[in-house]
């Protein structure tokens, strides 16, 4: 039965762990030795010797086989038409149609792994790092931790939705934004407790926003939830679905929800109607990072190890390495303001042209 309604106080989100322990060193002295003779001291107007302003670019680092980055998380384009690439360990990248700035913890950001990416109403980018969330103006960044209400520093999940809420899916748990603190939203208790998982329930995968208002959330072993601002309905596999770990969701413009689980394929839930897609019929793989729909209504989703699948509706079309795309762990697609398909993840970022995919470097080519 897919009707199972939970009655729950505002908000919720996911969260899951990828930290790694920090290295302990003695502290410096409460007083700074003066330097001998030959000791040299950074000149003041050399760029090098000092750390950016806050909110500034750094330089370029120095990337394999002229990467982007070795990772390419998630893809985001402002309303200034920038395009924002998270990486796993960089921080985030713009690119604003001429060159590209990096920007990372010297910059002022709290962690380097970018998690995900959304832009508010005003224009202020949202960044959720391993470290907590960032948001930035356009000079600087503002950010925001378990101090502030964040259930837990990794957060896995950041959406805007369309009443302007910012909301945050955590390592432990769902929480939105009210303009100066963070408010947990807990989730009712799944129905499936035993569930394959990478961490735990609490762990907030994804969020998504449908057509009717509805805010959907994935989470690492306890299903689906759908809110729709005062009931909480849980999907789990008791009401058909293939796995309960739910990795991305995405509505399509007929309104069918698809779900990418991490280890039962792809789902498409049509009107309590689950169709599964998996290595067991038309996928290489079960796990599923990303899902999209491009302007023409095709549905692309990742397989681990496979690429990318392109579904037009009736037939599943595998773009991996022969096709020219070398991220066989895809965690990324998406399509610009110009009709461009962008996909990254393990390898890099690369851009679909005709039937082949680009790898795009530092250097490119961007067109």
Not at 91 to 98: H, L, Q, S
Not at 145 to 174: C, E, M, R, Y
Not at 333 to 361: K, M, N, P, S, Y
Request: proline share 6%.
């Amino acid at each position: 039965m897919l009707q199972r309604l939970y009655s729950c106080l505002p908000v919720c989100l996911i969260g899951s762990l990828l930290l790694f322990p920090a290295c302990q060193s003695a502290p410096p002295p409460a007083v700074a030795p003066v330097p001998t003779a030959t000791e040299q001291l950074p000149a003041k107007d050399d760029p090098a010797a000092l750390p950016p302003p806050a909110g500034s670019p750094v330089p370029s680092p120095e990337v394999e086989n002229n990467q982007l980055a070795h990772y390419i998380r998630n893809i985001h384009q402002d309303r200034q038409g920038n395009l924002w690439f998270g990486t796993n360990s960089y921080g985030v990248i713009r690119y604003d149609g001429t060159a590209l700035a990096y920007f990372n913890d010297k910059s002022g950001l709290p962690g380097t792994q970018i998690t995900g990416m959304t832009e508010d109403s005003k224009g202020n980018l949202w960044l959720g790092t391993n470290d907590g969330v960032a948001k930035y103006n356009g000079r600087t960044f503002v950010n925001y931790s378990v101090a502030n209400g964040l259930p837990h520093q990794q957060v896995w999940s950041i959406f805007s939705d369309s009443k302007g809420i910012i909301w945050i899916g955590t390592h432990q748990g769902l929480c939105w934004f009210n303009g100066v603190n963070f408010i947990p939203v807990p989730l009712p208790a799944s129905e499936v407790s035993d569930s394959p998982s990478r961490f735990s329930n609490k762990c907030i995968w994804s969020i998504m926003e449908d057509s009717k208002g509805n805010l959907w959330i994935g989470t690492d072993g306890g299903g689906a939830y759908r809110y729709d601002g005062k009931n909480f309905l849980n999907l789990t596999t008791k009401d058909g679905l293939s796995d309960n770990s739910i990795d991305c969701i995405l509505e399509s413009r007929n309104g069918d929800i698809w779900m990418g689980t991490r280890f039962g394929g792809l789902i498409r839930y049509t009107g309590g109607k689950v169709s599964v897609f998996s290595q067991d019929n038309v996928l290489g793989n079960n796990e599923v990072c990303a899902i999209h729909e491009d302007p023409a209504g095709n549905i692309w989703t990742s397989s681990e190890g496979y690429g990318v699948y392109r579904y037009d509706g009736t037939t599943f079309t595998n773009y991996a390495e022969k096709e020219g795309l070398g991220v066989r762990a895809v965690q990324t697609i998406f399509t610009d303001r110009d009709g461009q398909l962008w996909a990254g993840g393990g390898g890099g970022l690369f851009r679909l042209e005709g039937d082949t995919f680009v790898h795009v470097g530092q250097t490119g080519p961007w067109e």
